[in-house]
């Protein structure tokens, strides 16, 4: 059960990753459009953002798989 849901979490974190830098592009787009120069920050943060946010949670995830399996090496282990 924990496994389907640290992998529906992963789906999760790419959407929302994806969806975030898409907001940030057509935000960055939408405001050039009007003649605000701050779009291109927009254009470029906002891909940037979604990548730094998705990276941190993709390591917590990593983090909680290695803990894991060290844990099942170590019961493994301990039981010879």
């Given at each position: 059960m924990?496994?389907m849901?640290?992998?529906?979490l992963?789906?999760?974190?790419?959407?929302?990753a994806?969806?975030?830098?898409?907001?940030g592009?057509?935000g960055?787009l939408f405001a050039?459009?009007?003649?605000?120069?701050?779009?291109l920050?927009?254009?470029?943060?906002?891909?940037?953002?979604?990548?730094?946010?998705?990276?941190?949670m993709?390591i917590?995830i990593?983090i909680h798989?290695?803990t894991?399996r060290t844990a099942?090496?170590?019961?493994?282990?301990?039981?010879r």
């Open positions: 924990k496994d849901i640290i992998k529906s992963e789906v999760i974190v790419w959407i929302v994806g969806f975030y830098a898409l907001a592009v057509l960055g050039l459009v009007q003649g605000e120069l701050v779009g920050a927009l254009i470029i943060g906002g891909p940037i953002v979604a990548v730094l946010i998705a990276g941190g993709f917590g990593g798989d290695n894991r099942a090496a170590m019961e493994k282990l301990a039981a």
